[in-house]
């Protein structure tokens, strides 16, 4: 079995990385092949819309023949069995990165004759979303939107599962930041009891022994 894992945060070692580092070592020892992606070190765009996917004469649909940074990390996910993304949200979205991404990979898996899937096989997509908020305001305000923008990679035939986690810590010290709207306290507190948790739910998504 492979698994690529593709880190869609600008911080290398923040919320994000180590909960798809966990990931990592519980596939490595779940005996999978793993491939580690952070998309902030690499040069990309999204969809150029150049339709080199969608030419009646090219062997393969289901490949993105635009050419940068990105071309060797699609290749993989595309060889892969499982692909695991993280990404923190941003207003209300995830990065900028990882939306170019998702353009990259779900465009040329879409079959523009008949809207199903130029995918010949099945990868399974689970997403880890940090964020400041508190579950309640990801429930009634992020979770549909959330799905709705993951969708794009049912082309790929396998399932798309969030895995959300809430009330990040953002910095070590909020005294230097004007983020007044936060209670240190609080998030220090979800810090030290939640997140953990989160990071053991991470290890064991990647062993495949926990269901999301």
């Not at 909960?19 to 998309?39: H, N, P, S």
């Not at 030419?55 to 990390?73: G, M, R, T």
């Not at 895995?163 to 010290?173: A, G, I």
Request: hydrophobic residues 35%.
């Amino acid at each position: 079995m492979k698994t690529v894992i593709v880190n869609g945060s600008p911080r290398k070692n923040g919320n994000t990385a180590q909960m798809l580092k966990q990931a990592k070592l519980g596939a490595e020892a779940a005996g999978d092949e793993v491939e580690y992606f952070d998309l902030y070190g690499l040069e990309f765009s999204g969809c150029r819309s150049c339709l080199a996917c969608k030419l009646s004469a090219i062997p393969e649909h289901c490949k993105c023949y635009w050419k940068d940074d990105l071309s060797p990390v699609l290749e993989s996910v595309m060889n892969a069995d499982r692909l695991i993304i993280g990404s923190p949200v941003y207003f209300s979205e995830p990065t900028a990165a990882v939306r170019a991404f998702v353009e990259r990979l779900g465009f040329p898996a879409l079959s523009y004759n008949d809207y199903s899937s130029n995918m010949q096989g099945r990868i399974d997509t689970v997403v880890f979303l940090t964020m400041n908020s508190p579950e309640a305001y990801y429930r009634s305000a992020y979770e549909q939107r959330m799905k709705d923008y993951f969708s794009a990679i049912r082309f790929l035939n396998g399932t798309v599962s969030l895995v959300p986690v809430f009330d990040t810590l953002q910095v070590s010290d909020y005294s230097k930041y004007e983020m007044k709207s936060f209670s240190e306290e609080h998030k220090r507190k979800m810090h030290d009891e939640e997140f953990p948790k989160d990071l053991a739910k991470a290890f064991a998504i990647g062993k495949r022994e926990q269901a999301v």
